[in-house]
């Protein structure tokens, strides 16, 4: 009997995230008028991302394995927040931190809320903004995945 209650991503065409090694993406939907992205993000064992400032309002659930925030600067120390299959967290917003899988990795679901346009901010080792995130980049990301033929998902205009 096959457990049909347990996420299963083996059928999702995971795009790595350019230029880091264990980190990966799937976008679900970009909706401009409600200025909200939907998309999972995987994480191998103990990978983590680059510092970064959500800009509007996230939430965040874990879909499997651990996934945890630490300090947005280098040699960060433990991490402050830790959660597990089915843990969820939400802030309003100017939210920064660098985020991780644990042992196992991580799978989690983040709809993000971007403020005119700008869904979050790539940090520099000086804590100043070396780039923004737009709809519009996640917009070209979605069409790209769909010329690809990698899903399914509808567009939201």
């Known amino acids: 009997m096959t457990e049909t209650y347990r996420f299963d ?18 976008l679900l939907s970009v909706d401009h008028d409600a200025q909200v992205v939907d998309m ?28 945890s925030l630490y300090d947005p600067v280098p040699d960060h120390g433990p991490a402050n927040t830790t959660r597990r299959a089915s843990g969820f967290g939400a802030n309003r917003g100017d939210e920064t931190h660098i985020e991780g899988g644990g042992a196992d990795g991580a799978i989690i679901l983040l709809m993000m809320t971007a403020r005119d346009g700008v869904v ?23 069409e790209k995945q769909q010329r690809d033929g990698r899903t399914r998902q509808r567009v939201q205009q």
């Not at 993000?41 to 659930?61: I, N, Q, S, W, Y």
């Open 40 to 67: 999972l993000m995987k994480f191998d064992p103990h990978a983590e991302c680059v510092p970064h400032r959500h800009v509007g309002p996230t939430k965040t659930l874990v879909l499997q394995g651990e996934h």
């Open 120 to 142: 979050y901010e790539i940090l520099g080792a000086d804590g100043g903004v070396e780039r923004r995130i737009t709809l519009d980049d996640f917009q070209r990301g979605l």
């Open 9 to 26: 991503d083996r059928t999702i065409a995971w795009k790595p995230f350019a230029g880091f090694e264990g980190l990966y993406y799937h």
